[in-house]
């Protein structure tokens, strides 16, 4: 070693942290070299000031007192703004905000499909007329009378923008029927219904205002029929529907 | 007949610990209150500034009662203090991100040299000898202040604060060779601003 890196240890020897034969190794140095020797007794001399011969500085009187003055118990501090239920409640209504589009999609897009149908039913049921014909309404409709409903009036029911028709039939016992159809296959998320696969098709069965109803997709639309006939026996018409379609 | 604290060693444990939660702020007190003197005289030199390390100090002391739970019991309770101390004046009081190194290495070694030097010269004398026990208190707190801060720090910690270079490794969050490096050049820098003192006062 050289006194260049001899020099480097200086501080490690003032400070006490040369052990063994490295501090052996300086110690012979610093015997040998003068002007290592001389760095070392000053920088000792530095050391030996600012750790013995100085005094310390001194705060404010006061001080001492201010900083115990702070020092509440944890649980006897006064909950700041954002404390643990502010928090709570604050990170729920941010959640019940972000969730509210999705939750009202959910709502209405299952609207989309059953919310109506029902009113109309029992509308037709009431006398109401239904008779209303658009130059809009499709060519396209189902045919029901192998199963021994009339078709009695059609029209347009658009719901928001989707363009969709309303068909009423009439029944041999006197009975009714309601089916409204969507253009399109896109099939909204059905949370409150009821699925029933049969033949590779998914049915799904609501009940609403009395009226039960069964919604399925054709080739390119979807269907939806209602009546105050059972589930079961709804459910039956539109499988056999729904396989006579396809 | 023994109490179940003396016969269960889990028991015992969880009288001390429920102990322990009970006496935090007289412990705090004892402990850590103490080390007032000390902190103030490490926050002046890290803000250089008095009002500023007062509040730097009491900062740190709250903050200190709040995690004091996780301080152990045996271990430097001064280090552990500056440790946290040191991150409040880094996030908060430090002003500018980094005061920029503008030490002129090469025209310090150069008067380092020749405070060597003077000494070699001096036959039958002690130069340092005469420089040290005449430096004023305020000539050696005017000099610690101007160093750059990454020496000052250095050797306020090690020096004034007497921490181990581990302790003050850890404070610092650096390597130990990074603090004797930094002790070592403060040190270095303190001697020729010392000597400034002194010559300006016919001392040497």
């Known amino acids: 070693m050289n006194c260049l890196e001899y020099c480097d240890q200086i501080a490690a020897h003032v400070d006490g942290s040369l052990k063994g034969a490295e501090l052996g190794a300086f110690e012979d140095h610093v015997k040998n070299c003068s002007e290592c020797g001389r760095k070392f007794a000053w920088e000792a001399r530095v050391k030996g000031l600012l750790r013995h011969g100085f005094r310390p500085l001194q705060p404010a009187p006061g001080l001492k007192e201010r900083v115990l003055d702070a020092l509440e118990p944890p649980r006897a501090r006064r909950p700041g703004i954002w404390s643990f239920p502010t928090t709570a409640l604050a990170a729920a209504a941010v959640f019940v905000m972000l969730m509210l589009p999705y939750v009202a999609w959910h709502f209405d897009s299952e609207g989309d499909i059953f919310s109506g149908v029902a009113s109309q039913y029992h509308r037709v049921t009431a006398g109401v007329p239904d008779s209303i014909q658009s130059s809009a309404s499709p060519a396209r409709l189902l045919d029901l009378s192998p199963w021994g409903y009339q078709l009695l009036s059609r029209r347009a029911d658009p719901v928001e923008g989707r363009a969709a028709r309303v068909f009423v039939y009439q029944g041999e016992k006197n009975d009714y029927l309601v089916a409204k159809e969507f253009d399109g296959t896109a099939f909204p998320t059905l949370r409150r219904a009821r699925r029933v696969t049969a033949s590779d098709k998914d049915f799904f069965t609501y009940r609403e205002k009395g009226v039960n109803m069964v919604a399925w997709k054709e080739k390119d639309f979807l269907c939806v029929i209602a009546s105050s006939a059972s589930q079961a026996r709804l459910l039956a018409l539109a499988k056999q529907i729904a396989t006579r379609s396809s | ?204």
């Open chain 2, 1 to 204: 007949m023994s109490s179940v604290g003396s016969t269960v060693p889990g028991g015992r444990f969880l009288f001390l610990s429920l102990d322990r939660k009970k006496n935090l702020k007289s412990e705090f007190e004892r402990v850590a209150l103490p080390q007032l003197p000390h902190l103030y005289t490490a926050a002046a030199y890290f803000t250089r500034d008095s009002r500023e390390a007062e509040d730097l100090v009491q900062d740190t002391y709250l903050r200190a009662f709040r995690f004091f739970h996780k301080f152990e019991p045996g271990t430097n309770c001064r280090a552990w203090l500056l440790s946290i101390l040191r991150n409040l004046f880094i996030n908060r009081y430090r002003r500018k991100k980094q005061e920029p190194d503008t030490v002129d290495w090469e025209k310090i070694d150069r008067s380092y040299a020749n405070l060597i030097a003077e000494g070699r010269e001096s036959v039958g004398s002690n130069p340092e000898r005469e420089l040290f026990s005449s430096a004023l208190d305020q000539e050696v707190e005017g000099a610690l202040r101007s160093l750059p801060e990454e020496f000052r720090m250095a050797v306020t910690l090690v020096d004034i604060e007497e921490l181990t270079y581990e302790e003050a490794a850890k404070v610092m969050e650096c390597p130990i060779g990074t603090v004797r490096s930094r002790v070592s050049r403060g040190r270095r820098l303190l001697q020729v601003a010392l000597a400034e003192y002194a010559r300006k006062r016919g001392v040497i």
